[in-house]
């Protein structure tokens, strides 16, 4: 089955740019999205599409892909910004969607 | 405002069924598609299953095949989980999403299978 794959714990102090990485095989043809997750709450759409941000989320918050790996930048980091991040992405028969694993954003 | 809340949850024993329920508001649900999604308890996010918005296309993860089924009624602006065969495994926080970008969320319903 497909699997996305991201790095367990990125930590940072205020700031600083946070890059939480995605990969996957099938992402030079699939968008990624993100999403920010805090502790007892639904997950919140970050990026989308790649590179794209929705309204009302600040612009410290960037989207790339390069071949098999997506990239989430968080420029000038927030002790807010602390979370679980997490990416997703569908594989090439477009019939399996599939989050990764999730990363743990620390900023202190 | 968009609005999507989940029911249904509760304690179950293993090789139970039960519904879940999601519920939309402030959009127009008939030109959505829609997903569910589980997050396990200190674990991360899972998606479930995805429906068109005509229910022409419906897709599960490989664990959730034959035994979890989704429904929607557009008419009613309801989208529905089945899950059958439930597992200790299955014990998750089960939220339903909407669109191809996940780009609303509800708060989850907690489905706990136990004996």
């Known amino acids: 089955s497909y699997e996305l794959t991201q790095p367990p714990s990125v930590s940072v102090s205020p700031g600083q740019t946070a890059r939480i990485t995605c990969s996957g095989d099938a992402l030079p043809k699939k968008f990624a999205s993100w999403y920010q997750q805090k502790s007892g709450q639904a997950p919140v759409l970050v990026i989308y599409?790649?590179?794209k941000r929705p309204s009302g989320i600040p612009e410290r918050f960037s989207g790339s892909s390069s071949g098999t790996v997506a990239t989430l930048t968080i420029s000038g980091a927030q002790v807010e910004d602390g979370a679980d991040y997490y990416c997703?992405?569908?594989?090439?028969?477009?019939?399996?969607?599939?989050f990764g694993g999730g990363t743990k954003l620390t900023v202190l | 405002e968009v609005q999507l809340v989940e029911s249904g949850g509760g304690l179950v024993k293993p090789g139970g069924s039960l519904r879940l329920s999601c519920a939309a508001s402030?959009?127009?649900?008939?030109?959505?598609?829609m997903n569910w999604v589980r997050q396990a308890p200190g674990k991360g996010l899972e998606w479930v299953s995805f429906i068109s918005r005509r229910s022409e296309n419906i897709y599960y993860a490989d664990s959730m095949k034959g035994r979890f089924t989704i429904t929607r009624d557009n008419a009613k602006k309801s989208l529905y989980l089945e899950m059958n065969s439930l597992r200790v495994e299955d014990t998750a926080v089960y939220f339903c999403a909407r669109d191809d970008a996940f780009d609303f969320w509800g708060h989850g319903t907690l489905v706990t299978v136990s004996s």
């Open positions: 599409e790649d590179t």
């Open positions: 997703y992405s569908r594989d090439n028969s477009d019939n399996q969607r599939v």
């Open positions: 402030g959009f127009t649900f008939s030109s959505y598609n």
